[in-house]
């Protein structure tokens, strides 16, 4: 008897422990920069025009965030100016509001003696009247062959948060916020942890907000991400920001932006939409979507019934071509349900319904396990009748007629609306 309930203590503390995680991502207000206007466009067919971006900035802005990234300023080639240069001239030259925006920047360097260079990238975010910067350093052996080597990164560092701090006007006419962004942050913990601790103790002491640490490949697992986070902050404790930015290359792109949340960070940045670099990244859209399925109160700060329509047209604009069915939360199928039993409702823990991000349910009809309220509701969504209206013994013959027709070899998508109406017609006939 004892022995079982030693059991079931081990039950509870489990539980209570997922609870009390639960309980972290309800209350964090994560921080968030949105890069619909960078990170999208980077691995996108198409990209993004000076117009396209122009109209883009004040639906980020009436969506609700409040830090937006403008663009990069290329560090390989900065006197071929990119469209990313063209708008941040743009938005200066017309006096367009750039309060709480953020730009690319590579660090200058400072030499033995003394002198400091600054980048092209920071002698034009001066010019173009940025506020604020995401300062990209790399830290693996990898990522520095070529451009530095530790002692000069690390005189480097401190003079170019100097500079910016001097010579940058922030939002208000204060400081600029300068998160320092470790660009292989993933690859230099895994290679060289006493390294990136040495660099991340020398910024816990510089006048910056904080840090930021990517998985530019996405091939870092969850428990590796927690982990990581988890060692930044015991170097850079709060107020000191710690963000993540993960891309999708294993798979597990979500989970490792939530275990980083419950190991310390304070947020991330990415696009709304989920097309990034590579093949996607951990978006914001996703993120926000998830953020409140847990309950947290702090996402009502964002237009959650814009939340799908807008990744949605952001993505179809970058590509030129529709968003991939099968992607979860933002995906053509991600709300059509082929079985009843698949449906999320309100009340049930976990279920995000699509209406809480502007969405909502529609009807997929797969032959193998579509049910008498699926197929009335993709009836009506063909039809434009009342899913009511369509009889039941009429919608149990089409479960039938799919079964045989398939037993028989026949390859067929009910799902378009020809060989549904078809369908209907061979079930009403008896």
Not at 34 to 45: I, M, Q, T, Y
Not at 178 to 186: F, K, Q, S, T, W
Not at 257 to 281: F, M, Q, S
């Amino acid at each position: 008897m004892q022995q079982r309930q030693e059991g079931l203590d081990g039950v509870r503390d489990l539980l209570a422990n997922v609870d009390a995680k639960l309980n972290q991502l309800r209350s964090i207000e994560p921080f968030f920069i949105d890069l619909s206007l960078r990170e999208n466009p980077v691995g996108a067919r198409v990209g993004q025009t000076l117009d396209e971006k122009l109209t883009i900035l004040p639906k980020l802005r009436d969506f609700g965030f409040r830090n937006i990234l403008l663009g990069t300023l290329d560090y390989s080639m900065p006197d071929e100016l990119e469209v990313d240069d063209d708008f941040m001239m743009y938005l200066r030259d017309h006096d367009i509001d750039m309060s709480g925006c953020f730009v690319f920047t590579d660090i200058g360097i400072s030499a033995a003696d003394g002198s400091f260079t600054p980048s092209s990238s920071m002698i034009k975010m001066r010019d173009y009247g940025v506020p604020n910067t995401l300062h990209e350093i790399y830290l693996s052996d990898s990522g520095m062959a070529g451009q530095y080597d530790l002692p000069t990164l690390l005189r480097s560092i401190p003079a170019s948060v100097d500079w910016l701090n001097q010579h940058i006007k922030g939002d208000d006419g204060g400081k600029p916020r300068i998160l320092i962004n470790i660009v292989d942050g993933c690859d230099a913990f895994a290679e060289n942890p006493q390294r990136v601790c040495q660099v991340l103790r020398m910024l816990d002491g510089l006048a910056i907000e904080g840090v930021s640490i990517e998985d530019d490949r996405g091939t870092y697992l969850p428990l590796q991400v927690g982990a990581y986070v988890a060692i930044a902050r015991q170097m850079m404790p709060a107020p000191h920001k710690i963000l993540v930015h993960i891309h999708a290359g294993g798979g597990f792109e979500n989970a490792s932006v939530i275990e980083a949340l419950l190991n310390g960070a304070d947020g991330a940045w990415g696009g709304l939409p989920k097309r990034a670099a590579i093949i996607g990244h951990a978006s914001l859209g996703e993120l926000i979507a998830n953020l409140v399925r847990v309950g947290n109160p702090h996402m009502q700060q964002y237009q959650l019934d814009q939340l799908l329509p807008l990744a949605t047209r952001l993505q179809i604009l970058d590509e030129e071509e529709v968003v991939p069915d099968d992607l979860p939360i933002l995906g053509h199928n991600a709300y059509r349900l082929p079985l009843s039993f698949f449906r999320q409702v309100p009340d049930r823990a976990m279920d995000l319904v699509p209406e809480a991000i502007g969405g909502t349910y529609r009807y997929r009809i797969c032959p193998v396990v579509s049910d008498e309220k699926v197929i009335a509701g993709r009836l009506a969504e063909v039809t434009g009748k009342p899913a009511d209206s369509f009889p039941e013994p009429v919608l149990q013959q089409m479960i039938r007629l799919m079964r045989r027709e398939l037993r028989a070899g026949k390859r067929i998508v009910y799902d378009e609306p020809e060989q549904l109406l078809a369908l209907y017609q061979r079930a009403s006939q008896g």
